[in-house]
């Protein structure tokens, strides 16, 4: 199983006065998967310090996440 961060973006407003553009990082823990997904914009996460502030990491199949595997 391997452990991914991945930068979700949008574009909205959360106030009035807010920035309309804002990222929120999200962690999965996918099931089979080992791979190098930097393409997909997944970034393998191999320690604690690599997390991006990410705390909670969803388990999910990879097919959920529509990834293409080389090979």
Do not use: C
């Not at 979700?8 to 099931?31: H, M, Q």
């Amino acid at each position: 199983m391997g452990r991914y961060v991945k930068k979700l973006t949008r574009v909205g407003s959360i106030g009035p006065n807010e920035e309309r553009g804002f990222a929120i990082w999200v962690g999965y823990d996918i099931a089979g998967v080992d791979d190098d997904l930097s393409e997909q914009g997944l970034i393998r996460v191999d320690d604690a310090s690599d997390t991006h502030g990410v705390t909670t990491f969803t388990p999910i199949d990879a097919e959920r996440l529509r990834i293409q595997r080389k090979g």
